[in-house]
């Protein structure tokens, strides 16, 4: 069985293809993104921290990243527009089947380049909480 972060990750996912079907949706690592599939939002799980907890449970917290990457005149416009519709996807509380798990936003940073076309990319990062069982990562209790 996958691990909850594995299937957390899945759930994101998820929720961003289908408020995003215009928007190719991708988890890292891949490949440098061609112009032809942009705009392209790239899900990143960068570390994870692990506390104790009371009983039979610790405490992870999962720092993701989402980032937008756009390209031409209007790159600003869209990569925001992406953005605000994929912070509605993740917000929307977890449901049933689905691991219990809490999201906070950290921070946002633009990253811009001017070649032959405005090239963007705005990243912003999220805090995901979960619990699991300290011996078995694919478990809750």
């Known amino acids: 069985m996958p691990s909850l972060r594995e299937r957390i990750l899945a759930v ?3 929720r961003l293809a289908t408020a995003l079907p215009a ?3 991708q988890r890292a690592p891949l490949s440098p993104a061609r112009r032809e599939s942009l705009p392209l939002l790239v899900v990143e799980p960068q570390s994870e921290t692990v ?12 720092q ?4 937008v990457l756009t390209r031409g005149d209007a790159a600003a416009l869209q990569a925001d527009q992406i953005q605000v519709a994929a912070h509605q ?16 936003e950290l921070d946002c940073d633009w990253d811009a380049e001017e070649a032959d076309l405005v090239a963007l990319r705005l990243t912003t990062r999220y805090l995901i909480i979960y619990h699991s069982h300290p011996q078995d ?3 809750e209790e």
């Open 12 to 14: 994101l996912q998820l």
């Open 23 to 25: 928007v190719d949706v």
């Open 51 to 62: 506390e104790p907890r009371s009983g039979e449970q610790v405490e992870r917290h999962l």
């Open 64 to 67: 993701l990243s989402l980032t």
């Open 89 to 104: 996807a993740l917000m929307v509380n977890a449901t049933p089947p689905d691991p219990a798990f809490l999201i906070r």
């Open 137 to 139: 990562m694919s478990r």
